[in-house]
T-cell receptor, first 109, second 112 residues
Framework: GQNIDQPTEMTATEGAIVQINCTYQ??????LFWYQQHAGEAPTFLSY??LDGLEEKGRFSSFLSRSKGYSYLLLKELQMKDSASYLC??????????WGAGTKLIIKP | NAGVTQTPKFRILKIGQSMTLQCTQD?????MYWYRQDPGMGLKLIYY???????DKGEVPNGYNVSRSTTEDFPLRLELAAPSQTSVYFC???????????FGPGTRLTVL
């Protein structure tokens, strides 16, 4: 079966760095997406990885290792507004997104 | 651009009632999707469409129907509502299947 695993909840301090991990087992792979979802709102796109390596976009970076079925999202210089859920999603061989349950990130001052 | 819009924002239905969730996008995207999101679970694909006149089932299509008569609109129909359909429903669109998806604000549906 298809499976996406990510931690349910993480806590970090304002100004610090946090890494959110995602492991996956899917039928085929056509890329991995990270989305941010604030409570009561819609998911919004953060990053896309299809090749191995690190993609950096401002304070956010995303890493992919296809051989290990593993990705992480790195958030630097954490701000209170980064408190949200972070969703990992893998595009399978049918170009459909398989979603993880999300990681709720709590930022403390 | 308004992006993806959904109506209504909230709705309470009685068991056995039916309703249509509306979704419109103004980005001229070919691909449109309907998801449901339940607490503690990942988004589940209900139906999707690759263009006007073409729809296909996702992972959890039972109890739902869709149509796509125009590029802009992709309504989701619930027939004979059941408590198991209590959820948050998101409509999304993308230019191509491998592109990022843009989401509407969601419809919070409760079936009692």
């Amino acid at each position: 079966g298809q499976n996406i695993d990510q931690p349910t909840e993480m806590t970090a301090t304002e100004g610090a760095i946090v890494q959110i991990n995602c492991t996956y087992q899917t039928s085929g792979f056509n890329g991995l997406f990270w989305y941010q979802q604030h409570a009561g709102e819609a998911p919004t796109f953060l990053s896309y990885n299809v090749l191995d390596g690190l993609e950096e976009k401002g304070r956010f970076s995303s890493f992919l290792s296809r051989s290990k079925g593993y990705s992480y999202l790195l958030l630097k210089e954490l701000q209170m507004k980064d408190s949200a859920s972070y969703l990992c999603a893998v595009m399978d061989s049918n170009y459909q997104l398989i979603w993880g349950a999300g990681t709720k990130l709590i930022i403390k001052p | 651009n308004a992006g993806v819009t959904q109506t209504p924002k909230f709705r309470i239905l009685k068991i056995g009632q039916s309703m249509t969730l509306q979704c419109t996008q103004d980005m001229n995207h070919n691909y449109m999707y309907w998801y449901r999101q339940d607490p503690g679970m990942g988004l589940k694909l209900i139906y999707y469409s690759v263009g006007a006149g073409i729809t296909d089932k996702g992972e959890v299509p039972n109890g739902y129907n869709v149509s796509r008569s125009t590029t802009e609109d992709f309504p989701l129909r619930l027939e004979l509502a059941a408590p198991s359909q209590t959820s948050v429903y998101f409509c999304a669109s993308s230019y191509r299947d491998y592109n990022e998806q843009f989401f509407g604000p969601g419809t919070r549906l409760t079936v009692l």
